[in-house]
């Protein structure tokens, strides 16, 4: 079955960096792109981008442009999200998610558990 | 860039009821593209519906989605208890404000 397990819990100080991973597991991790979600404390889902496990290209969104970085390590099936120069509102729970598209629809059918950043003085 | 609207923003029914929960978008978007997600708390959105009309794996017939160029609609034809939660629309890369389905 398909499987995503997303790394633990962060406290970072504003400034910083993160780095969260994404392992996947129960199907062929380079034919599927993974994109990251995150969400604020009691807000919605806020989409950061995607990466093509295969090729490693990405698509980041505007806001996140400069300050994050999505990769993968195929060897181990692992996607990773850093964000840099973390401020407070970067707070948020962190999701992978995998896309599906097929001839009905794309959409993310799997999610991980998702990571608490937190970013505190 | 597409904004999606989710209406109502709250909506408290009574178990058993029929939930109607809207999303509507700034312009006109592929049916292909668009889902919705059921999120409680502490856990990770669920697919619910895509493709518009689709029902993802698993999910009871009891949910159901329609709609068209800019309307979409999710339908609860009758409550459970399970089912009290947050509702996201989604078309690519943006996704709608939400909308919480409480406890009368």
């Known amino acids: 079955q398909v499987q995503l397990v997303q790394s633990g819990a962060e406290v970072k100080k504003p400034g910083a960096s993160v780095k969260v991973s994404c392992k996947a597991s129960?199907?062929?991790?380079?034919?599927?792109?993974m994109h990251w979600v995150r969400q604020a404390p009691g807000q919605g889902l806020e989409w950061m981008g995607w990466?093509?496990?295969?090729?490693?290209?990405?698509n980041y969104a505007q806001k996140f442009q400069g300050r994050v970085t999505m990769t993968r390590d195929t060897s181990i099936s692992t996607a990773y999200m850093e964000l840099s120069r973390l401020r407070s509102d970067d707070t948020a729970v962190y999701y992978c998610?995998?896309?599906?598209?097929?001839?009905?629809?794309?959409?993310?059918?799997?999610w991980g558990q998702g990571t608490l950043v937190t970013v505190s003085s | 860039e597409i904004v999606l609207t989710q209406s109502p923003g709250t909506l408290s029914l009574s178990p058993g009821e029929r939930a109607t929960l809207s999303c509507r978008a700034s312009?006109?978007?592929?049916?292909?593209?668009l889902a919705w997600y059921q999120q409680k708390p502490g856990q990770a959105p669920r697919l619910l519906i895509y493709?518009?009309?689709s029902r993802a794996t698993g999910i009871p017939d009891r949910f159901s989605g329609s709609g068209s160029g800019t309307d979409f609609t999710l339908t609860i034809s009758r409550l459970e208890p399970e089912d009290f939660a947050v509702y996201y629309c989604?078309?690519?890369?943006?996704f709608g404000p939400g909308t919480k389905v409480d406890i009368k």
């Open positions: 998610a995998r896309e599906d598209s097929t001839s009905r629809g794309w959409y993310l059918a799997y």
């Open positions: 129960g199907y062929t991790f380079t034919g599927y792109y």
């Open positions: 990466i093509n496990p295969n090729s490693g290209g990405t």
């Open positions: 312009q006109s978007v592929s049916s292909s593209y």
């Open positions: 493709g518009a009309s």
């Open positions: 989604q078309h690519l890369r943006t």
